[in-house]
T-cell receptor, first 111, second 113 residues
């Protein structure tokens, strides 16, 4: 089975609010994680990554948090915009070279 | 800088046929990974190529094979197509093999009838 999974398959958020997308992983040896955004008809787009020697990393309007104790990571999107509507995947780097993806969370932004 | 490109964008085949999908890596990237994404699911790792050699393989049968060329572009070949092979096939390139960020192309949508 997949080693990476998301807590909720769908998330509806009001435009301008903050979004939080959660992800649980099962392999305690994993030490590199990536968040991707996939819009309809497109390939996954890199958002942000984090390594296990960090517990927080910030990008432009996005923050990734990693809790190794409970094997959980989250993606926070500040001031969600209509263009943020997409499917979000967390991916775990397995055996140092391949990515293992969860099923994804579909984010819908309400105007 | 040119991103990852894939061709064709769409393809329709029938059961038992063979298909070749192509990928050009992002400028400067020497590693290519292939993934299969069924509808409504996350991508599944097929294999990775580095320096024209297969660097690792996921849980896919031998009828899935690949190549990498000296210019780092890559091909995915699937023989004896089955209905369940219908999916989006994604190519991702990276600077190396170990814990490197993988950047994805737009994918090839394959439909097997």
């Amino acid at each position: 089975g997949e080693s990476v999974g998301l807590h909720l398959p769908t998330l509806s958020v009001q435009e301008g609010d903050n979004s939080i997308i959660n992800c649980a992983y099962s392999n305690s040896a994993s030490d590199y994680f990536i968040w991707y955004k996939q819009e309809s008809g497109k390939g996954p787009q890199f958002i942000i990554d984090i390594r296990s020697n960090m517990d927080k990393r910030q990008g432009q309007r996005v923050t990734v948090l990693l809790n190794k104790t409970v094997k959980h990571l989250s993606l926070q999107i500040a001031a969600t915009q209509p263009g943020d509507s997409a499917v979000y995947f967390c991916a775990e780097n397995v055996d140092d070279y391949k990515l293992s993806f969860g099923a994804g969370t579909t984010v819908t932004v309400r105007a | 800088e040119t991103g990852v490109t894939q061709s064709p964008t769409h393809l329709i085949k029938t059961r038992g046929q063979q298909v070749t999908l192509r990928c050009s890596s992002q400028s400067g990237h020497n590693t290519v990974s292939w993934y299969q994404q069924a509808l409504g699911q996350g991508p599944q790792f097929i294999f990775q190529y580095y320096r024209e050699e297969e660097n690792g393989r996921g849980n896919f049968p031998p009828r899935f094979s690949g190549l990498q060329f000296p210019n780092y572009s890559s091909e995915l070949n699937v023989n004896a197509l089955e209905l369940d092979d219908s999916a989006l096939y994604l190519c991702a390139s990276s600077l190396g093999t170990t814990q490197e960020t993988q950047y994805f192309g737009p994918g090839t949508r394959l439909l097997v009838l």
